[in-house]
């Protein structure tokens, strides 16, 4: 099995264990559940292949669904679109209520953080370094990755590792033992990693698209805003009273 890929799958993994053990912890025992993580597995998979597939306004200039789907680009941002309307889709179709964000919001760090050890040792890591300092290619490594030898380069894949396991633990130490209304601990995780990651794009090396912005920075650009007034009416209608105290028993398994 290729390097990614056996990255991604080490990553489905061990969210699948994390999710496991917090679902068991919570109370949240309902063998619906497998088909809300399935939901989520199928939409973050179809997501994370086609969801780069829009690449010209003209949709002729766009590679076919077929081609796309064989040979496009991955994309995380994507895939964890496509898991959220997987998890959404398969909640309305199996009647499943109770919210499951607190659920996926740590299984979802740590699994990005494995997954993401694949992207560094397979792809091109970054925009040369002003000091000369990171990641220096061969010229094997170069050729594959169409990133310059001899210099030094962002690892930007190491920084997004980085993020997502301080994510986890924040997560797994600290927030999931507060008081967050249900299912709020994911909303902050993606705004967090949102934020984020458009830093982090400045120097991914991707191509610019427009204004000096790259895709996924355009993408961010717009859903990013969305997310953090979704948290702004949260707090004006005061569902964070008190949203860092520690969590009650019954808060705990409900």
């Not at 040792?121 to 040369?128: F, I, R």
């Not at 520690?246 to 808060?251: G, K, L, N, V």
């Amino acid at each position: 099995m290729p390097t990614h890929e056996l990255f991604v799958l080490l990553g489905v993994v061990v969210a699948g264990a994390v999710f496991t053990l917090e679902a068991r912890r919570r109370g949240q025992t309902d063998e619906r559940l497998a088909f809300v993580i399935l939901g989520a597995v199928v939409g973050g998979a179809v997501f994370m292949r086609m969801g780069t597939w829009l690449q010209h306004v003209d949709l002729r200039e766009n590679a076919s669904l077929a081609e796309q789907w064989l040979y496009g680009n991955r994309s995380i941002l994507g895939g964890l679109v496509g898991a959220w309307l997987g998890v959404h889709v398969a909640k309305r179709a199996v009647g499943y209520k109770i919210r499951t964000g607190d659920l996926f919001a740590p299984a979802v760090a740590l699994g990005m953080a494995v997954g993401r050890i694949g992207c560094l040792l397979t792809e091109a890591p970054g925009t040369p370094t002003a000091g000369g300092w990171g990641i220096t290619l061969g010229a094997a490594a170069s050729e594959r990755t169409g990133a310059p030898a001899g210099v030094g380069l962002h690892p930007s894949f190491a920084y997004e590792i980085a993020f997502h396991l301080t994510a986890f633990l924040v997560l797994w130490l600290w927030l999931r033992h507060r008081s967050l209304p249900p299912g709020e601990s994911f909303v902050w995780y993606v705004a967090a990693y949102g934020l984020f990651r458009f830093l982090v794009e400045t120097v991914r090396g991707n191509e610019v698209a427009w204004e000096g912005l790259t895709r996924p920075q355009l993408f961010l650009l717009m859903t990013i805003p969305l997310v953090l007034v979704r948290i702004a009416l949260q707090v004006r209608r005061g569902r964070y009273r008190g949203a860092l105290r520690p969590a009650s028993r019954e808060q705990v398994t409900a």
